[in-house]
């Protein structure tokens, strides 16, 4: 790289240089009736695959010795599996399955994390036609209680379980499993119940009779179930089909044409029972034959490490992952040289997703690469969710601000419907969930007469006179209230600025309380960087830090600086409190992947509420008094 690309910021007045990547900026019709919006992509969806592994019996045939997917090794050395390599072993494992008679309702239930064998044995299933389900792993192994992993072998019925190692998961295998469901592994044995090994799958065999199964799948055949996060109710399993995936592939592909320009290059922790990760970039790399880095580590202090091993030797071409990856990501970045030389050698696009990106952080972001590449890099987000596998809407649209949501996706309409004081997102189109599984009521629920799915999100028009500027995330409706006065609030707005502004000390907050005179806030915060700023002792308790005059000092002037806008009481926050305690997983109070359900942590801690109210617990903060 040249030493003038390496010049530094954009100068004041100055617009940005970006670097140059193909993404797709779509026209849309609009129209409004009766209060109601609709919106729509003027491109149409292009003709789809019929299944998801039609991608992989292509880009065996097209570049059977590209890597498709590869997993560090304990000595460190990467074992790659290719595309070639994969279609053979896919066949070996299905052709095994089929023995099993399993089907959807008994499907193929996994509950250890992302590996090459979870891979493997979950494409095997695809091409043998029997429905597989990723399990989130912190239900068998966080839990204490299995309560959630127990309601989703309820509703799955599993015939078959599989775990990378049974020894972590033989507690959850106990409390959960009918005796006569068996367990195949990689490592370890399932006691009381029929165990076999992974390398049993692969034993050769007759494949004709996986081949027909696969012959016989189809659009509308069910590829897997994915449970919700659960954030206001009990997870619900999505019926996730061919169509599904590939329908949303295919407008990923509209979106972002530079996928099919240069195969892209993932290096990705995201867990595959989430829909961004097992859906959205997993898909991303079949459906265009690129190569998918499994990355061990995660966005925590403790976990980071791992990601930057990987990052200081791979380069990706994208990079998508959530904001608290991006937070600890820009801080390596700012101190690492080798880093920032790896990561921004062919890298196209960024992009983040189940949370909003402090500003702070995306300024950061936007000056490290303009110092190193001499331009900025891309930053998109859109609207998805598991019912949609995943995606609706991305920020094609001409905005850059926190709450954008952008532009439906080509095959994607858009209906927005009066609904609480908000306009509730409805969607249509073929990347849209037939239903939730064994549960008639809640589908029935989940549409309209219309046809079209009703999230409980709320959006809103970013220019009611140029709706072709796109969408704006409104919050969820479910979460929203009303104080005694009647006044609605609206939550999601109010916890997202919270939170943004919050960085890095707030890992999240609660909103309180229906039907109180005014709002207060329960904090979560995160006791690593508290413990930082408050400079104690090593031996000191999390109360003693949260108690320190340096944490409430910051606290106290983030309130007022959340409070200095506030127009009323819906918007004012009163008070706020430190929580200790973490949120707990078994009592519902945080999901899997680290959603807040604001509702359970309200009535878990009703007492400690009423008493913050009553100015009678010592951790409150008051605000500062009205001018």
């Not at 775990?163 to 399932?190: C, E, I, M, N």
Request: hydrophobic share 40%; with cysteine.
């Amino acid at each position: 790289m040249n030493n003038q690309a390496r010049t530094g910021a954009t100068a004041p007045g100055q617009s940005p240089r970006y670097r140059q990547v193909s993404i797709g900026h779509p026209q849309v019709q609009f129209s409004e009736a009766d209060g109601i919006l609709r919106m729509q992509a003027v491109e149409p969806l292009a003709p789809l695959p019929a299944r998801l592994l039609d991608r992989l019996l292509h880009w065996a045939a097209q570049r059977p010795d590209t890597t498709f997917i590869a997993a560090r090794q304990p000595d460190g050395a990467w074992r790659t599996i290719t595309y070639a390599q994969m279609l053979v072993q896919v066949r070996t494992i299905a052709a095994n399955l089929l023995g099993f008679g399993l089907s959807a309702e008994r499907p193929l239930a996994l509950f250890s994390g992302n590996d090459i064998e979870h891979l493997q044995i979950a494409l095997g299933a695809m091409y043998a036609g029997i429905p597989y389900c990723p399990v989130s792993p912190a239900y068998a192994l966080l839990s204490q209680d299995f309560a959630k992993l127990r309601h989703v072998c309820e509703v799955l019925t599993p015939g078959l379980v599989f775990a990378t190692d049974t020894q972590p998961f033989q507690r959850a295998f106990d409390a959960v499993l009918d005796p006569s469901v068996a367990v195949v592994s990689v490592r370890g044995q399932a006691a009381g119940r029929r165990h076999l090994s992974f390398d049993s799958l692969l034993q050769p065999g007759d494949l004709a009779p996986a081949d027909a199964a696969f012959a016989a799948t189809g659009p509308d055949t069910i590829a897997k179930f994915l449970f919700t996060s659960g954030s206001t109710k009990l997870p619900k399993a999505v019926v996730t089909t061919q169509r599904m995936l590939c329908a949303n592939q295919q407008m990923l592909l509209q979106t972002f044409p530079v996928f099919a320009e240069e195969p892209p290059v993932l290096v990705d922790w995201l867990p595959w029972n989430h829909t961004f990760g097992g859906s959205h970039n997993l898909g991303i790399v079949l459906y265009n034959g690129g190569s998918f880095y499994l990355d061990a580590g995660k966005p925590t202090p403790q976990g980071f490490g791992e990601t930057l091993r990987n990052l200081r030797e791979i380069s990706p071409t994208a990079y998508l992952t959530v904001p608290k990856g991006w937070e600890e990501l820009v801080k390596a970045l700012e101190q690492d040289a080798q880093l920032r030389e790896v990561f921004f050698a062919r890298m196209k696009l960024f992009f983040f997703a189940a949370a909003g990106l402090s500003q702070s952080v995306w300024d950061r972001l936007d000056r490290i690469a303009e110092q190193h590449c001499g331009e900025r890099i891309r930053m998109m987000a859109g609207l998805g969710m598991t019912e949609a596998a995943p995606s609706c809407t991305f920020t094609t649209g001409p905005l850059s601000l926190a709450g954008y949501v952008g532009l439906p996706a080509p095959g994607c309409e858009v209906k927005l419907v009066p609904l609480d004081g908000k306009l509730e997102a409805r969607f249509r189109g073929p990347h849209i969930m037939p239903g939730y599984w064994r549960s008639p009521q809640q589908t029935a629920e989940a549409f309209d007469d219309e046809g079209f799915y009703c999230s409980g999100d709320a959006l809103k028009l970013a220019d009611a006179q140029q709706p072709e500027q796109g969408l704006m995330f409104d919050g969820r409706i479910a979460e929203d209230f009303k104080l005694s006065s009647g006044v609605f609030v609206s939550v999601g707005p109010l916890r997202n600025r919270a939170v943004l502004e919050g960085s890095p000390y707030v890992q999240d907050i609660v909103v309180a309380a229906p039907d109180r005179e005014c709002l207060g806030i329960l904090v979560f915060p995160r006791l690593p960087e508290c413990r930082q700023l408050a400079g104690l002792p090593a031996a000191a308790s999390d109360a003693e830090v949260l108690g320190s005059d340096a944490v409430r000092s910051w606290f106290a002037a983030w309130l007022e600086r959340l409070n200095r806008d506030a127009q009323g009481n819906a918007s004012r926050i009163e008070w706020l409190s430190l929580l200790v305690e973490p949120p707990s997983i078994d009592a519902g109070e945080i999901t899997d992947k680290g959603s807040i359900n604001q509702r359970a942590v309200l009535q878990r801690r009703a007492d400690k509420v009423e008493a913050l109210y009553r100015g009678e617990d010592p951790t409150v903060l008051p605000a500062q008094a009205r001018p």
